[in-house]
């Protein structure tokens, strides 16, 4: 009878949630619970609340207590949206660590870590998966509304179906029709999404038996396409459990029909199924390949070191079979119940490594990067969530993913700003997060990379990171060679034809010759980066952006690169109406263009940002380079990262100057970076590559590291002028950019900041100044720089006077369509 009444109490007891919603606010909001919701609220759940006068948003329960808050009356919790959590304890304070580094709100850090699909709010969009059967009768009342609305109307907002029914908690209902994937969210609309789903072939029951199959290959005597079908699905089902209409139609040779007729006949079973998109059918895993004895003595060095740190630097030159290792490790991992981490920079260098990945770990690994759709995201999500993928492999944002054990996180390629989110917050950089969620986890973190970051080469050097060094090449592959050519001296010597040296377009028609394939780097996209009046030298400019317009021939348009505006290209100048117009520069639509008038029968493609827009389009040109489909290919930096195909032997660097010349105090160590990367490319399978750089200045020092192989030089050489100059690894910064439209008013708050910011912190702040582009999408932009020691200043504190400080900023009149973005280690 106590326990009974001590029961009762406790579900009659006034609980309150604080929960994190998914907005830029800087506290936490507190709701009170109904008692009949008080034996489900948990840590982690989603819920749904009201926030403002009308406005719906699905929150995340941050913590649970009988507290009211002080300063405002509590308004109820309207529904719970899960049965068990979405978000872990560890990702909570993973979130908070990420809010309080890099000043922003927790709430900013929950939009970029949860897909959609997981924060519904009043102002989401719905609509109908018109791709999916589903049977009406099935659906409830309130469910037959909701379709029938959207059947009638092609978008809703959940504020829409909040009206249409009559109740605020719809939220649940449209969890449920998003799960039977009768619904989509509207952002996916442009992925155009589709179930995937796939028809399999199954014999019928009846013809197990051996007699009965006996009786029906002779009556298929007179079918012989038909037998030959029955035939090949024997064969086959000895070797797989699964077998699809693609994959019979192509082993027997017998057709479409035949199939189709021996279906009609109820031979065979067709059975149409909605298969995940994120897996293919389990492959036998390889694990045969041997190590050698360089990376078996690297692969020693790592676990001995990570007895001692919790980081190790692994600094491998190109082709060193650094993947090799990692496959190593996460065997160990998956061993001892492990869940393993592998971050890699760019979003289509999963689709290419991932296929290498499953040949060891079949279904155990998932992939996660922002191209996936909603459905996608969320599907990938509940597996490691429920600990079915042991191993994910995505770009930066899966970081954010709900890991139970994480023992291993690799970060290849660790020196990518691709690692680096810009915009919007958290401006978070993937490579340090890793390193605090690995300490969470209690797990270790891999740093791999051919050139490390100056930053993680110190702190190896210091003996903060472990370092392991591998200088050899898998399988003894020699480095590639490298030739310099003179663009100035091969211009004089009238040899150059268009963009392309003598030396380099040799070294092509030998590579074409031996039916060997080409890469040529050049870092600009687009066909001309300036279009130019001959007469009076006016070139187009963004209307919202303070850049000039780059000529694209594919779309015989102006586009800016920053916001994406568009003009047509004029034909006569708009200022002084001169019909003589040139083009200035080159991208790679250029040399594409070019090249194909030079080798008309070279097959050629172009990899860059324009090229590989939509979702399978990176993959598809992968596949064609395998399949020898692509004689030459032209990128971007796109080219430099993680290609590893045997019959590339020439790589052609068409301008070296664009990086060298940068005005940035990373350019010498990512031209080196860059460089060092796409001469990787070449010959990495048994064959020694050939590298031509053309530049203007052939003896830059950089250049000369370059062909040396001579990382160390490099970073000695540069780390004295960092320390001089007050620049990382030895200074923190933190870079405040302040936004307006109207420029006058931007200078009046940039100085007002920057004063204020002196009295605080003296001679560290630098600014306020004008970016080397200060207006872009219609803001003006002023930039303060801050630079603090790292080794005596407590950073800590730094940001808790830098949040007081613009904080009051914020409160004065003077910050009115002001915008200010703080971005902590912004380079």
Sequence with gaps: MLDFAQTVNNERETLFVEVILPLAIPKNYTYRVPFELNSSVTVGKRVVVQFGKSKLYTAIIYTVGNQAPQKYEAKYIIDILDDRPV?????????????????????????????????????????????????????????????????IQPELSVSDIVKLLGQKTVLPLLRILFEKNIIHISEEVSDKYKPRRRTFITLNPVYQNPDMLKELFSILERAPKQADALLAYIQLSRKQKHITRPELTEASGAGAAAIKALVDKEVFIADERVVSRLSTDDEEIDENFVLSAAQRAALSSINQQFTQKDVVLLHGITSSGKTQIYIRLMEQMLANGKQVL????????????????????????????????????????????????????????????????????IVDEEHESSYKQYDPAPRYNARDASIFLGHLHGGKVLLGSATPSFESYYNAQTNKYGLTELHERFGGVELPQIQVVSIATETKQKTMQSHFSSVLMLDIEQALLKKEQVILFQNRRGYAPVVMCKTCAHTPKCINCD??????????????????????????????????????????????????????????????????????????????????????????????KGLDFPDITVIGIISADSLLKYPDYRANERSFQLLAQVSGRAGRRGKQGKVVIQTYDPTHRVIGQVIRND???????????????????????????????????????????????????????????????????????????????????????????LQEILLQFETTKLSQGCIVQPDVDPY
Excluded at 386 to 405: C, E, K, M, T
Excluded at 596 to 625: C, E, G, H, V, Y
Aim: aromatic share 10%.
């Design 711 to 801: 990382y160390t030089d490099l970073y000695n050489t540069e780390i004295v002028e960092r320390k001089a100059f007050k620049y990382p690894p030895f200074y923190r910064i933190i870079q405040l950019d302040i936004k307006h439209k109207q420029p006058e008013q931007l200078y009046i708050q940039a100085e007002y900041l920057a004063r204020e910011l002196r009295n605080h912190f003296g001679d560290r702040v630098i600014g306020p100044e004008a970016p080397l582009i200060n207006r872009i999408r219609n803001y003006y932009i002023r930039s303060i720089t801050l630079k603090f020691e790292k080794d005596t200043v407590s950073i800590t504190k730094v940001k808790t006077i």
């Design 342 to 409: 592998y971050l890699l920079p760019e979003i289509a260098l999963t689709t290419h490594i991932v296929e290498r990945l499953r040949h060891h770990f079949g279904n155990h690994i998932g992939v996660y990067h922002s191209r996936f759709n909603d459905n996608e995201r969320v599907e990938v999500w509940q597996k490691v969530l429920s600990g079915d993928y042991r191993i994910v492999l995505g770009a930066r944002s899966s970081v954010f993913l709900p890991f139970g054990d994480l023992g291993l996180i």
């Design 87 to 151: 978000v872990t304890p560890r990702q909570l304070s993973f979130w908070k660590w990420l809010a309080e580094y890099y000043l922003c709100q927790i709430g900013e850090v929950m939009n970029a870590a949860l897909p959609a699909a997981l924060k519904l709010a009043s102002e989401t969009k719905i609509v109908l998966n018109k791709e999916f059967e589903y049977d009406k009768a099935s659906l409830t009342d309130k469910e037959y509304l909701i379709v029938d609305a959207l059947e």
């Design 547 to 640: 850049v000039t317009l780059t000529y694209h021939k594919s779309s015989s348009k102006l586009h800016c690169h920053y916001c994406g505006y568009r003009e047509d290209t004029p034909s006569t100048c708009p200022a002084c109406g001169s019909a003589h117009l040139e083009q200035k520069g080159f991208g790679t639509e250029k040399v594409e263009d070019e090249l194909s008038l030079i080798l008309p029968d070279a097959r050629i493609r172009r990899m860059d940002l324009d090229t590989t827009r939509s979702k399978m389009a990176f993959q598809n040109i992968l596949n064609d380079i395998e399949e020898k489909k692509i004689d030459i290919l032209v990128g971007t930096q796109m080219v430099a």
